[in-house]
């Protein structure tokens, strides 16, 4: 019983019926058992899991800043940090009264807009403005996972305003159908951690935008080498250092349930990172740095749905197993004409579509006290999963391409060729990751901006 106290809202109704807990306040309690008292370890746990979360958004930035051009370095990390504001007062105004209000099967009430009735009153066994805080650190990585796919071209403010409206209308309600009692949670879908909610949501998202805004100027006719791996492992290490604060933490008390996720997000990475070492030297006979740190963010993102439902050992096995499918995703669209950047579709949509539906073969009643997945005599929970990674592809894609275009009615979306040719740097921002000899940067009258970045790239031996 211990096992299930922390992760009560990602379970099926008969689990939240047997152990009394609901994903709002009070509900549980509405037969007249006591409302619960907060609990000092769980509060200081959950202090220490936000502040990880929010760390992962500064790392993001570190992972993709380093895998992009030079003169794109700043672009790429703002386009991180941003989502620190506008998408985490989003998250306050309005986002996640339609996540986490009571409302209907598929979008939560206005009854938590702008933060009313969200005090120090307890939801669970922590405050719930504490509670309001860990999920809003999701909302926010979750929008900036999506910039990794349309570096290097987006318009900086179209792009503002795309998270921004994409996280109230998009993240909002597919949070709400598996996490604030919606459809999805009744059905029985797991999702300890935003498997679904997180990955394949930002995935397919990222698939849509790259689509729309289509490839970068010089795509398939020049080689887009990372300018800064470094940055790229300094990333990564920081990703899985956050990352236990988002799947441990997703237990929502310092709980036996917290130990098995802290543990198993410790181990899949490691079988993930091996095996893509192996395929890495099977196919090239070199082991690429970056390789490995994207390795090891395909195992994070696989076991994040998975982490307090199954047994260590099964998380070795879907750490290895996750490996494959993204890693010949990755081989197979750097052969397309699909321009996603980063390979944020690779990476964190299909990792996240395994994770999920693996989540239905190797889940354990005898370490999650809840459900069975098909190695264990349940083969309708694998179907309950697809059914859960199929609503979000559909959900988020359809919206994210409405929304996109509706932006684009108002604002061009993506940068011309000239300010691709400068860097999004210079043309978005006015300033440089690093800059140039003495540190000057030719400023050109906007008429004269494309002859001045032709002039720049001759000069740069046709950096742009």
Request: net charge neutral; aromatic share 10%.
């Amino acid at each position: 019983m211990s096992r299930l106290r922390g992760y009560s809202r990602f379970l099926a109704p008969a689990a939240l019926a047997a152990v009394a807990i609901a994903s709002t306040p009070g509900a549980a309690y509405a037969q007249g058992a006591p409302a619960p008292a907060i609990n000092q370890g769980d509060t200081a746990w959950m202090l220490i899991s936000t502040a990880l979360v929010l760390l992962m958004t500064p790392a993001l930035a570190f992972f993709y800043g380093g895998l992009v051009r030079s003169k794109n370095a700043l672009n790429t990390m703002m386009m991180s940090f941003i989502a620190l504001g506008v998408v985490g007062i989003a998250w306050a105004l309005a986002g996640y009264s339609l996540a986490f209000a009571p409302g209907n099967n598929f979008v939560g009430d206005l009854s938590r807009i702008f933060l009313r009735n969200v005090g120090l009153e307890a939801q669970g066994t922590i405050p719930h403005v504490l509670f309001m805080s860990y999920q809003g650190t999701f909302a926010i990585i979750t929008a900036a996972l999506i910039s990794g796919a349309i570096v290097e071209r987006m318009r900086f403010g179209p792009y503002m305003l795309f998270i921004a409206l994409w996280s109230l209308v998009i993240y909002a309600p597919i949070a709400h159908w598996v996490w604030g009692g919606g459809w999805l949670a009744k059905m029985g879908a797991l999702d300890f951690a935003g498997g679904t909610v997180v990955h394949v949501n930002a995935g397919v998202a990222a698939l849509v935008a790259a689509m729309v805004l289509g490839p970068r100027k010089d795509f398939a006719r020049q080689a887009f080498l990372p300018h800064n791996v470094p940055l790229v492992l300094l990333g990564a290490g920081l990703l899985w250092f956050g990352w236990f604060g988002f799947n441990s933490g997703s237990a929502l008390t310092s709980s036996p349930s917290a130990a098995l996720a802290f543990t198993t997000t410790f181990l899949a990475p490691m079988a993930t990172l091996v095996v893509w070492a192996v395929l890495d030297l099977m196919r090239n006979g070199k082991v690429t740095a970056v390789g490995a740190a994207t390795g090891i963010v395909v195992g994070l993102v696989a076991i994040t749905p998975a982490a307090g439902f199954i047994s260590p050992m099964s998380a070795l096995a879907l750490g290895a197993l996750a490996a494959f499918p993204s890693y010949y995703a990755l081989v197979w669209r750097a052969r397309t004409r699909l321009d996603d950047s980063l390979d944020v579709v690779a990476a964190h949509g299909l990792g996240g579509t395994v994770g999920a539906l693996l989540t239905g073969v190797f889940a354990e009643k005898a370490w999650n006290g809840a459900t069975d997945g098909v190695l264990f005599g349940n083969p309708g929970q694998f179907l309950i999963q697809a059914t859960a990674v199929g609503a979000a592809i559909v959900f988020s894609g359809v919206g994210s391409f409405v929304l996109l275009k509706l932006i684009a009615l108002v604002m061009p979306l993506r940068a011309e060729g000239n300010e691709e040719g400068l860097g999004m740097d210079v043309s978005q921002h006015g300033e440089e990751a690093y800059a140039d000899g003495e540190g000057a940067i030719l400023v050109f009258p906007s008429s004269e901006m494309k002859v001045g970045a032709t002039a720049i790239a001759a000069t740069e031996g046709g950096r742009a």
